[in-house]
């Protein structure tokens, strides 16, 4: 069992930033990808950057060159720098990692990016 707790998440202007963490506990061990998905109202969710225990890192297209995904192995810690935020942006976005047969989820942390 993993168990994800997402903190950093708010309200900001268009143009502005925001970091997300999020933490994890339990059997780290065993935790190869760490990485954020978001869900707009109404769209389906997707994958907005991931970062391997081997540092390879993947990001959407639309958010290429503005967000920055980072892993701090020490801490079980995963963050999500964004940068020039945009209205569509605004989000839930959720932290997650993957084990062996088997994905966790944080509860989600909303980002309001406001035109």
């Known amino acids: 069992q993993v168990q994800l707790v997402e903190s950093g998440g708010g309200l900001v202007q268009a143009g502005g930033s925001l970091r997300l963490s999020c933490a994890a506990s339990?059997?780290?061990?065993?935790?190869?990808?760490m990485g954020w998905y978001r869900q707009a109202p109404g769209k389906q969710r997707e994958l907005v950057a991931s970062?391997?225990?081997?540092?390879?890192?993947n990001y959407a297209d639309s958010v290429k060159g503005r967000f920055t995904i980072s892993r701090d192995n020490a801490e079980n810690t995963v963050y999500l720098q964004m940068n020039s935020l945009k209205p569509e942006d605004t989000a839930v976005y959720y932290c997650?990692?993957?084990?062996?047969?088997?994905?966790?989820w944080g509860q989600g942390t909303q980002v309001t990016v406001s035109s």
């Open positions: 997650y990692c993957n084990v062996p047969s088997h994905s966790y």
């Open positions: 339990g059997s780290i061990n065993s935790i190869n990808v």
């Open positions: 970062v391997t225990s081997g540092a390879r890192i």
